[in-house]
């Protein structure tokens, strides 16, 4: 069967709104960034009590770690419209940022100093006791006092032809003075305090990049451009040793300092060297990250080195071995390049998977960042250093699509990927976070009916004849994965074989598609397979593989994502319009329309009801399926890549264009109030959606808000707009009533815990009895005794007054005095009081007093053997409660143990009979109505739920 779908499908706009839709916030909220670690920013390590602390940079925020673990303890950003963070320093509880001309002082998050005197970009800090010194790309030097905030001294008549300055450091014991190095090779001693320069070195004709102190009074080591590292006597002006560090430019220097004589240098090729300054030789080479490696330093006194490195990483290795060689001992890791897929994996929606630039396959946790890791593909590191190789070069080609799928987790690999120019499907174990043995091959295909094959093949041709891997898709069981292939091919493997069971094709001679496969869906009892093609069609087939229908499209198919809850098959054309076809009706039931440029990816909320889309245009958009509506849109400074919604409908990830960030965006609807806005056409093309910052801390402040204005221009998105409100001053003010309607039935307010275990409190009893009775305690209790009840009061232990007057009524009379012995409790008095007035609030006001035991001995009390009244009371209570359909639930566990005690009391009374018929009356009348409104909203629920409205 061939559907061919209309031209003139009504898209998602059409009516403008009517007077009475408010304008819309946004339904989306910045809330945290996840996957950061590190950047090419140096990190700075600071030491409170026996803890190291080392704190990182990632855009306008910083994070700080605990080295014990590697835990993240804390993230902090510098503020709105300072941009970037250039350069970090901690000294004690306070934390330096420069951004921009500024430097930041700030303890914990908050602002305690904002240090102003630069007019050009910071990239140096440098804590001097109670002063910070700072470096801008003018090469100017200025020395804060951090207390007051002003300029101790300034250094600004240094020629950049001449001397440069690239780096800073203070020689120990050398008081008030700094070592400079130059981008001409030469540095500077300098005394701050008097602003005279001491001494002047001749260097060498390179550029000094790192300075290190040495345990050694005046014995610093001096890295340069060319990757030498020096070792130099700043007090007789000469050099000790001098080493070459192959690899390009030295990054940072570091002195262990636990009494081994070990220098440690980083590259920009992601190396550190480790070297013996005894031996005067190199002991070791450590390819310790994929790109330049920021930072480097040794804990005091500990055989421990912290790196960083422009690869998103932190990483602490240990120097324990016989050897000197050092061993990773624990990291943090994100994507080195921007992730190209992310996904939620099972239900609870803290787990992310994600697929990166970078070649790996990573797994992220929302809510404990130290259980993220990468997915390992073998013994990559040992090779790498065998054969003198980057780890890049033995990795799997980048991943173009994955799927996951938690129901088979502890039987067999449950994650499957696809890689680029691959024609091998390659399966992961997520128990082990390690890639598996099996490998899913395609069998051979049987030979074309052409003999001959023009020998100057197009782009497609050349698919067809080296085919690969382009999409995939495992089913809710977790025991099939169906693929599709460039050269149009869909074939489905069984899992926990790796057999090929099925080839989805009219005949042995063709393939699914004519040109590449672009999407593939399984739907959720395995009954059919779906699959788009960019040759136009969208073809349905049953699961073992005969085609069950097509239908074109009109246009070359791009991005495709299914609901498999109601089978509807979003699909994004290269026409940039979003169709959303539904597998059962074999149609086209919504087109979406309004994107400006190819849909990146597509996500459906839990329930089904909304579909979010990403393009290239810099858009998110949130569709509304029943009503065909856009509901709410946003745009991020760069394009989203993917997105994924959690499972329980509580954030949005989103990955992006040059972020190697996930983003998570809270939605609104759970814990606000978000008035639901439908755009219409005319507000689509006369306003543009408001833009969002990615931020890593969450929230508003970031650079790409400059000033006030723009703040409150993105404030605006999340706030009414009062002139157009429709709910006026009188509605404001409005209160619930108790009552909502008569028709309804409504519950009290009372905790389950009251009432539901009523009529088993004898079990309870029972079960709860101790096996030895208790004992009188030998001395007075440490505790007061108090009274029963909701509202315990203390009882007095020692009262004179009282046990005088007990002591002489005992002595003067042991006849009881009935006068003083009420012979109704206040539960009965205010039940017969009730029963007269015909209210019975005041009664349920004592019953909310009470405990559950309270109320079990005050209804088993009740005593009809002299006359019925109290009976009559009860049952009126219940009625009157029945017939206002209040307190629902109260009316119904009390009335059961009433009639379950006196049943055989209630028979002899024969004046009762009337009012327990009435109340069976109400009862079955009151149940057959609860009976009816439930099914009534199952029925509607079905109803709305259908895929074809």
């Known amino acids: 069967v061939d559907v061919d779908v209309e031209d003139g499908v009504e898209d998602s706009v059409g009516n403008p709104l009517t007077s009475t839709e408010s ?21 700075d390590v600071q030491v409170k009590g026996n803890d190291y602390f080392v704190t990182t940079v990632i855009g306008d925020s910083f994070q700080v770690y605990n ?74 030097l200025n020395v804060f006092h951090v207390p007051t905030g002003e300029i101790q001294c300034t250094i600004d008549d240094l020629s950049k032809a001449m001397f440069k300055i690239t780096s800073i450091l203070h020689p120990s014991t050398y008081l008030n003075k700094i070592l400079l190095g130059s981008k001409q090779g030469t540095l500077q001693l300098w005394n701050i305090r008097t602003r005279k320069l001491v001494y002047s070195f001749k260097g060498w004709n390179d550029g000094i990049t790192a300075l290190a102190q040495s345990p050694v009074v005046d014995i610093v080591a001096i890295g340069t451009e060319s990757g030498h590292v020096h070792v130099y006597n700043l007090k007789f002006d000469e050099e000790l040793v001098c080493f070459h560090h192959d690899g390009g430019v030295i990054t940072s220097l570091s002195f262990r300092t636990d009494g081994q ?54 990483k602490m290795w240990a120097f324990d071995t016989p050897d000197g060689s050092g061993r990773l001992l624990k990291s943090r890791e994100g994507h080195s390049a921007p992730p190209t897929k992310i996904r939620y994996y099972g239900d609870s929606g803290y787990d992310i998977i994600s697929s990166g630039a970078d070649k790996s396959l990573r797994y992220i946790c929302t809510i404990q960042d130290q259980r993220s890791t990468e997915f390992s593909q073998g013994k990559l590191a040992h090779l790498a250093r065998v054969k003198n ?30 890689h680029q120019d691959r024609l091998t499907i390659n399966t992961w174990s997520y128990k082990d976070k390690a890639l598996a043995e099996m490998e899913l091959r395609p069998p051979k295909q049987a030979g074309s009916k052409k003999k001959h094959e023009d020998a100057s093949m197009t782009v497609t041709e050349s698919f067809r004849k080296h085919p690969s891997a382009s999409c995939l898709s495992m089913s809710l069981c977790g025991n099939f994965v169906v693929v599709g292939y ?6 489905r493997f069984n899992l926990q074989s790796g057999r090929s069971r099925a080839c989805y094709s009219k005949n042995k001679y063709e393939n699914a598609h004519k040109d590449v496969v672009m999407g593939v869906a399984i739907d959720s009892a395995n009954t059919f397979v779906a699959s788009v093609s960019k040759d136009g069609f969208l073809k349905c087939w049953t699961f073992r593989g005969k085609l069950r229908y097509s239908a074109n499209m009109k246009t070359p198919i791009l991005k495709s994502s299914m609901n498999k809850n109601n089978n509807i098959m979003a699909i994004g054309g290269a026409d940039f319009v979003i169709r959303l076809f539904d597998l059962e009706a074999k149609k086209v039931v919504r087109a979406f329309t309004g994107h400006e440029g190819r849909i990146t990816d597509m996500a459906w909320s839990p329930d089904g009801r909304w579909l979010i889309t990403s393009s290239i245009d810099l858009s998110i958009r949130v569709w509304d399926v029943p009503s065909g509506r856009m509901l709410s849109w946003f745009s991020t400074p760069q394009p989203a890549t993917s997105i994924a919604f959690s499972p329980s409908g509580e954030y949005l990830a989103t990955s992006h264009v040059d972020q190697v960030g996930v983003f998570l965006w809270a939605n609104r609807s759970l814990f606000a109030n978000v008035s639901h806005r439908f755009y219409s056409r005319e507000d689509l093309e006369t306003s543009n959606p408001p833009l969002v910052p990615l931020s890593v801390s969450g929230g508003v402040l970031s650079e790409h808000y400059d000033s006030e204005e723009d703040v409150m221009d993105y404030l605006k998105a999340f706030i009414i707009d009062e002139s157009t409100k429709v709910v006026n001053e009188e509605e404001l003010t409005f209160k619930s009533p108790h009552q909502l309607s008569e028709e309804l039935v409504t519950l009290s307010s009372l905790a389950s815990s009251r009432w539901v275990n009523l009529s088993k409190l004898d079990v309870i009893r029972e079960r709860n009895k101790p096996k030895e009775a208790p004992k009188m305690p030998e001395r007075a209790p440490f505790f007061l ?38 012979t109704l409790t206040k539960f009965q008095q205010t039940l017969l009081e009730c029963n007269e007035t015909g209210d019975f609030a005041q009664l349920l006001d004592v019953i909310a007093g009470m405990g559950i035991s309270a109320v079990d001995s005050e209804i088993r009390s009740l005593d009809g053997s002299v006359d019925s009244l109290q009976f009559e009371a009860m049952l009126n209570f219940f009625i009157e409660t029945l017939v206002s359909r209040a307190n629902f639930e109260i009316c119904q566990a009390h009335a059961n143990l009433f009639l379950t005690v006196h049943m055989d009391e209630l028979q002899q009374h024969a004046e009762l009979q009337p009012q327990i018929q009435e109340l069976q009356k109400q009862l079955r009348e009151t149940w057959t109505t609860l009976d009816g409104m439930f099914q009534h909203a199952l029925c509607m629920i079905n109803y709305f739920k259908n895929p074809k409205l």
């Open 23 to 43: 304008p819309s916030s946004l339904l989306f909220q910045p809330y945290r960034a996840i996957g950061y670690v590190a950047s090419e920013i140096p990190f």
């Open 67 to 140: 080295c014990k673990k590697l835990h993240l303890v804390f993230v902090g950003h510098v503020g709105r419209g300072r941009g970037k963070i250039q350069a970090i320093a901690c000294s004690g509880n306070v934390t330096f940022a420069a951004a921009k001309n500024l430097i930041i002082a700030k303890k914990r998050d908050k602002d305690i100093r904002v240090l102003e005197g630069h007019e050009d970009r910071i990239h140096t800090l440098l804590p001097f006791g109670e002063s910070v010194i700072s470096i801008d790309d003018s090469n100017v």
């Open 261 to 314: 004589p070990i220098l440690a240098s980083s590259n920009a090729r992601g190396t550190i060297a480790i070297w013996d300054l005894e031996s005067r030789k190199l002991c070791s080479v450590i390819n310790a990250h994929k790109r330049l490696v920021a930072s480097i330093q040794f804990l005091h006194s500990k055989p421990l080195l912290l790196s960083s490195s422009q690869d998103n990483s932190l």
């Open 389 to 418: 190789r980057s780890i890049t070069s033995f990795m799997l080609p980048s991943i173009t699509d994955f799927d996951a799928v938690s129901t088979r987790e502890r039987d067999w690999s449950n994650v499957v990927t696809c």
């Open 486 to 491: 460039s050269n149009g091919r869909v074939q």
């Open 785 to 822: 005794q108090a009274t029963k009840g909701l509202n315990p009061e203390f009882k007095p232990m020692f009262d004179p007054l009282s046990q005088k007057e007990n002591a002489s009524s005992s002595a003067s009379s042991h006849i009881v005095n009935f006068s003083k012995i009420g």
